[in-house]
């Protein structure tokens, strides 16, 4: 009993011994937490001697719930709290394609119970296999609770951007919170668009009256509508909501005089027109500009549309009233592909509803117009002139409908079988998903064909889609699209290294010649063979303060082949040049090398100054190491360009020891004493560093070389071989001894 009172005694002093320790060695880690000091390891060491039983005893537990924890763990790595893992979605540009469908029996009725197996999918008539299945039903019962979804919020300022190119791009609305497919699901999500600048006012009026009578009358719990407009640009009238209060409002702000449309012309007096504008260049240009514009702004408010709505996974229609576009549609095929692919990549079904009704074609013309003249009117052709007119009119209307899997709605008055249409192609269908086995990235489209197993059924699906397109298969108009796009972007392509610079060379007090030189790298230009030519694209703007274009070049540079060789230590360099008055301005310029793609761009601030007020006249240097004979046809603002010879910048400043260093300058009004000549002296002088090195002799000139501008030219010719390898600084020592005036420029070049 002793021995076990002994032994318990002393277990309690140990016991107790240890946790003073602890809390010694808790004050003093605490206090080293305050203060490092070299002592650290050892606070750490003297802590660890009393832990190292209890440490000892938890590495057992820790390696058996290890093990256990290895055995019920998936093999794949699951996502984090903090970041879970998105659904997944369907996008052909990661080549896999989503192909909705609506299967139906010989009564109309959607069939149900189907499996991935009941499914067959060809591209272009090879096979696919199916990857993913789903089937996707929408009840106007047990309706999710949710009023609204913003889903087009920045939409206008996306069409905008895409459409301005004469201001800076809109900035980008604040975002909202984010939809997602779940919030969405058992919703059908409706937008209706009204085309106010291709319909006259009696259209609006007719397709409000149908919308209004479709939200009074079919629009269900489960149907969230958006109401938008397309006139010079897209408005959104209100986002989606299934509040009929908010769509029969939004309706109520359209009226009759939102028509802006003008009178399609009568096609009897097609060709006459036709003649009448070829004879007036200046209108047919502006005609054929503005119909141009109002066709693009239409077919990107679709593709913006269509592009915000991307997002959510399940099925989404477009209501498109229009008068149609009395265009061909063949002439819209680059913004019409584009709408279209936008589409159909958003899972997004285009409805076109043609506002003027039911049309008929009277043989000679109706009362609007005069009878017909001619043999025209025996003949036919005039008839047939009349009907040509009006399917060209609805031919874009049909492609959009029937390439992005809905329907046109053309010569009907009754409007409300396209919403209740809508309705019933969103109520129930089958998404099947498959990766395409034609990897090409050609930009050309694809048929889809699907078919189901069983006798007796009827395939509702889209026609095809266009696939991605790589810069091996782009073509004339895809590149100047590149080049548009990168010239209109905040933040441009830098893959391809580009330098720019400018100066100025007065050729009337507020009129100056701005040369802008341009180069790229030789080594930096790919060069896929030695038989084939090497071209690059270069497309150049400059704008003022106000971010306005005042100035814009474009050209298509070819090398001859077999360059590989010679482009290695040189430099691809084009020149250009713009007229501009005194102020600030910045220019920029994109390069395109046409044989891996790779683009790049370079911004650059230019200042002219206004000369008047400075006390003495002088252009900009420019430094060169090259002359080139040129075939100049007349006279040239360019006083770069003299005599047959143009002096080629050097914009790097960076120069050999076997090449020639050229300083050109101008100097405008010199002073003149007595009706005598002016009298200038000047000459180079070069720095390293410090210490003046290097300098020319004085050139003295008594005579103006360039009257109508009242400029005295200089020209200085220095080997580089004067210079050892390093960096130097030229200064121009410009003395007017008449006015008493002088001036001493400076610049900066390096000997290699």
């Known amino acids: 009993m002793t021995k076990g009172t002994g032994f318990t005694t002393k277990k309690r002093r140990e016991r107790r011994r240890t946790k003073e320790a602890v809390l010694a060695a808790g004050r003093r880690t605490r206090a080293i937490e305050r203060r490092p ?189 958006a109401v938008a407009t397309v006139g010079s640009t897209l408005t959104v009238l209100t986002d989606f909501t299934a509040d009929r209060e908010k769509v029969s409002t939004a309706l109520g702000k359209l009226a009759f005089t939102d028509g802006t449309a003008t009178e399609a012309p009568a096609a009897s007096t097609a060709a006459t027109d036709e003649a009448a504008a070829d004879a007036t260049d200046d209108t047919a240009t502006e005609t054929a500009e503005l119909d141009l514009f109002n066709n693009d702004v239409r077919l990107r408010a679709l593709k913006s549309i269509a592009e915000s709505l991307s997002a959510i996974e399940q099925k989404k229609s477009i209501l498109y009233f229009s008068a149609g576009m009395q265009r061909n549609g063949q002439d819209n095929q680059v913004e019409l592909r584009s709408a279209i692919n936008a589409a159909v990549r958003a899972n997004v079904s285009i409805y076109a509803v043609d506002t003027r009704g039911l049309q008929a074609v009277v043989p000679g013309g109706d009362a609007r117009q005069a009878s017909g003249r001619g043999q025209a009117l025996f003949s036919g052709r005039g008839v047939q002139q009349q009907y040509s007119q009006l399917a060209s009119s609805q031919d874009t209307l049909t492609s959009l409908a029937a390439d992005t899997g809905g329907r046109a709605f053309t010569d009907s008055n009754d409007f409300g079988e396209a919403f209740a249409r809508v309705q019933r192609d969103m109520s129930a269908y089958y998404l099947l998903g498959y990766s395409s086995t034609n990897t090409m990235r050609d930009g050309r489209f694809r048929r889809i064909q699907v078919r189901v197993k069983r006798d007796g059924m009827k395939v509702e699906a889209r026609a095809g889609y266009y696939t991605d397109r790589d810069f091996t298969h782009t073509s004339r108009t895809d590149r100047e699209s590149q080049l548009d796009e990168q010239m209109f972007s905040a933040v441009s392509a830098t893959d391809l290294p580009v330098l720019v610079t400018g100066g100025w060379f007065r050729l009337a007090p507020d009129k100056y010649y701005v040369p802008v030189a341009v180069t790229v790298p030789g080594a930096a230009v790919p060069v896929a063979n030695d038989k084939d030519l090497v071209t690059l694209d270069v497309l150049g703007m400059v704008r003022d303060e106000r971010n306005f274009p005042v100035g814009r070049f474009r050209e298509t540079l070819k090398l001859p082949p077999g360059t590989e060789k010679t482009l290695a230590g040189k430099q691809v360099l084009y020149q250009s040049g713009v007229t501009l008055p005194p102020g600030r301005f910045s220019v920029k310029v994109v390069f395109l090398e046409n044989t891996t793609g790779q683009m790049g761009s370079f911004e650059a601030a230019i200042v002219v100054p206004e000369l008047k007020q400075a006390p003495m006249k002088v252009s900009s240097v420019v430094l060169s190491t090259q002359l080139q004979t040129v075939a100049v046809k007349g006279k040239t603002d360019n006083p770069l360009i003299r005599d047959g010879v143009q002096l080629l910048p050097n914009l790097t400043h960076v120069v050999g020891k076997d090449q020639k260093l050229f300083f050109y300058y101008e100097v405008y009004d010199p002073g003149q004493a007595n009706g005598s000549g002016p009298q200038l002296r000047t000459s180079l002088a070069f720095y390293r560093g410090k210490v003046k090195v290097f300098e020319t002799p004085v050139v003295e000139r008594t005579t103006v070389d360039a009257p109508d501008r009242h400029a005295a030219l200089f020209q200085f010719e220095v080997p580089a071989s004067s210079f050892t390898p390093g960096l130097y600084t030229c200064q121009i020592n410009i003395i007017d001894t008449v006015s008493g005036k002088f001036d001493f420029p400076r610049m900066m070049f390096a000997v290699r």
Do not use: W
Request: glycine share 2%.
């Open 37 to 225: 000091t070299a002592s650290t390891a050892s606070s750490y060491v003297s802590i660890s001697s009393f832990l190292r039983c209890e440490l000892r005893s938890l590495r057992y537990l820790l390696t058996v719930l290890t093990a256990v924890l290895i055995a019920v763990a998936p093999t794949s790595t699951a996502p984090s709290p903090q970041a879970p893992q998105p659904r997944s979605v369907f996008r052909s540009r990661l080549n896999v394609v989503s192909v909705d469908v609506i299967v139906r029996d010989k009564s109309g009725a959607v069939v149900r119970g189907l499996t991935a197996a009941d499914f067959e999918i060809r591209e272009d008539g090879k096979p696919q296999d199916i990857s993913n299945f789903s089937f996707e039903e929408v009840s106007d019962k047990n309706v999710p609770a949710l009023k609204s979804a913003d889903l087009l919020a920045g939409v206008e300022a996306r069409l905008a951007e895409d459409s301005k190119r004469t201001a800076a791009p809109a900035a980008a609305p604040e975002a909202p919170t984010p939809m997602t497919s779940d919030m969405l699901a058992g919703r059908r999500l409706i937008t209706l668009v009204f085309d106010v600048s291709s319909m006259q006012p009696e259209d609006v009026q007719r397709a409000v009256d149908s919308a209004k009578k479709y939200v009074d009358q079919q629009m269900s719990p489960s149907d969230m509508v």
